[in-house]
């Protein structure tokens, strides 16, 4: 339905964080565009230094994470046929690079791994398409310990039931980790 | 023994291609010989092209212009004022684009004209009325917060754009409503008045100005984000006059895509009527078609109500 109305555009790339226990969270890179990022950073840098310090990161946090917190920051996991509710957001950083406002940060969805399988498919979009987030699937990658094994690969959702919301061109990413 | 081995080799590597994808592999370890294989066999089956739709196309095209605006905005910030076409030309097919995005108010256009017995002209008035109201409630609502929170506005000015935009669809809804109430009504009344000859009070209703000028109130409230930051990203610059100009542009953009849905919809109305005029079911088309368009606003507005909560886990 809402296909075409975009207002705030963001590139954003995808690593899956693994440690000894299981599966941590995504760790999200999104790159917004210069129109959005000046309105945004304007809103936080108090010394209007045209750079986002220590203190001011979390203004940016609020102003854009904020709203969009009870939509799992668009970061959507599924597990058998259900979503996970994020555990919230880690690590958060921002910074302005070539006018354009990039976040990096963990969202946590700690799955504890098993001796078996545990199958998880991944996607990061926004079903409201009020940020048109072009994520990049193809060349996400995982971070994990030697103990932990995990395969992945990317593919569109195209056929996924709890994905039907998404825009077809939507690419997930497939994972499954064991012990 | 080995045809069983070449059997399973296919197999598996049907399976493989089937699910299409680029396998990368993570920490091969555990795995047996036989699924590496399967696995690191150049699968060369192409993974299937995400399709892209219509809607897909329009938005990367307006990622596309976002970014040619920002840098003709830049381009002027540093003297080069030739760019000023470039910015108003992008202006202008943005604000067409944007508007076929939902949410813009063409199926309260089409909706209300179906419902609705229109006359061209308001049609035109339907389809810029709540582009401009769109529009102006951005310029305004940004300025206004502009002038309490200076630079700081942003997410002040999101915060309102969601409560109206709540408010705004929930009264769409209620309007769709009210148009299937009166449509109920009359074919009620017909009904009761069956018996007696039929009267020429069948004739579908027309539309009325004072509705026109509710409906693009209630569906234009809401301010559009596009415009406002495009206009806050001129006031960042100090470009105050170029932020309303832009504005402006936008708005006619917008207003082509809407009114062109407009003139549609009281084309197709004045067809149907034109179609029913001699029919014997007259009044009962034109009921259906009056109760359509009210479904179809009342739908409208529950899409964008509920799309508001999309993606909620």
């Known amino acids: ?179 | 023994m080995k045809k069983a081995l070449v059997i399973l080799l296919v197999l598996l590597v049907a399976v493989a291609a089937d699910a299409a994808v680029k396998k990368k592999r993570f920490d091969v370890g555990t795995v047996s010989d036989t699924v590496t294989t399967t696995v690191e066999t150049p699968v060369v089956a192409p993974s299937e092209a995400p399709k892209s739709n219509f809607l897909s196309v329009i938005s990367e095209a307006q990622k596309t212009l976002r970014e040619k605006l920002t840098s003709a905005i830049a381009a002027m910030k540093s003297g080069e004022w030739g760019a000023i076409w470039k910015f108003l030309f992008i202006c202008l097919v943005y604000g067409m684009l944007h508007a076929l995005g939902p949410g813009h108010g063409k199926s309260i256009v089409v909706g209300y004209f179906i419902a609705r017995r229109g006359r061209w002209r308001q049609g035109v008035a339907l389809g810029a009325g709540i582009t401009v109201t769109h529009t102006l409630s951005a310029v305004l609502l940004l300025f206004i917060l502009y002038a309490i929170f200076k630079a700081t506005v942003f997410p002040a000015f999101e915060t309102g754009r969601m409560g109206i935009e709540k408010a705004s669809y929930i009264l769409i809804m209620l309007t769709g409503l009210l148009l299937v109430a009166i449509a109920i009504h009359d074919f009620w009344k017909q009904h009761k008045n069956a018996s007696s000859a039929e009267s020429p009070e069948s004739l579908p209703r027309t539309a009325h100005w004072r509705e026109i000028i509710g409906v693009a109130a209630i569906t234009g409230i809401v301010p559009c984000p596009a415009v406002a930051l495009i206009v806050l990203f001129c006031l960042l610059n100090s470009m105050v006059a170029l932020a309303l100009l832009g504005a402006f542009v936008i708005c006619i953009g917008m207003t082509i895509t809407n009114v062109a849905f407009g003139i549609a919809a009281v084309a197709f109305r004045k067809g149907i009527d034109f179609g029913g005029r001699r029919s014997r079911f007259a009044s009962i088309i034109y009921n259906a078609v009056t109760l359509a368009g009210g479904l179809l606003i009342f739908t409208s507005g529950l899409l964008l109500f509920g799309n508001l909560f999309a993606g909620r886990v």
């Open chain 1, 1 to 179: 339905m809402a296909g075409a109305h975009p207002h705030v555009f963001a590139d954003v790339t995808t690593i899956a964080v693994f440690d000894n226990s299981g599966f941590v969270g995504l760790k999200n890179h999104w790159v917004f565009d210069e129109m959005y990022s000046a309105a945004i950073l304007a809103s936080a840098d108090q010394d209007n230094d045209g750079k986002i310090s220590e203190k001011e990161a979390p203004s940016i946090k609020d102003a854009v994470l904020g709203p969009i917190a009870a939509s799992n920051y668009y970061n959507y996991v599924v597990v058998g046929t259900e979503f996970l509710a994020t555990r919230g957001v880690q690590n958060f950083k921002a910074s302005m690079k070539n006018g354009k406002l990039t976040l990096d940060f963990i969202v946590s969805f700690p799955i504890p791994a098993k001796n078996d399988y545990t199958m998880v498919t991944v996607a990061v979009s926004d079903p409201t398409n009020y940020i048109q987030i072009t994520a990049d699937m193809e060349n996400a990658d995982v971070e994990a310990p030697d103990e932990m094994d995990v395969d992945f690969f990317s593919d569109n959702l195209k056929g996924l039931t709890l994905f039907r919301a998404f825009r077809s061109e939507v690419q997930g990413l497939y994972l499954r980790f064991k012990k």
